[in-house]
């Protein structure tokens, strides 16, 4: 669970938000290569890095 708290030792927000994403567009990634839906899989990769970006400013978050 040490993934999801901030410097302060709170769960952060962005990071959960982040984690969450990016599994959602994982699956979805698999999803659409199995189906063969390459618009799901282009929403995918969106997806994944607007989580990966979610988590990058909860990692950025400074100490309070």
């Not at 984690?19 to 899989?41: E, P, Q, R, T």
Request: aromatic share 10%; glycine share 12%.
């Amino acid at each position: 669970m040490t993934l999801f708290k901030d410097v302060n030792g709170n769960l952060s927000s962005k990071r959960v938000a982040g984690y969450a994403l990016m599994g959602i567009a994982v699956v979805a990634g698999f999803v659409g290569a199995f189906l063969g839906n390459a618009l799901l899989v282009d929403y995918s990769k969106w997806i994944l890095t607007t989580g990966a970006a979610a988590v990058i400013a909860g990692v950025a978050e400074r100490k309070a």
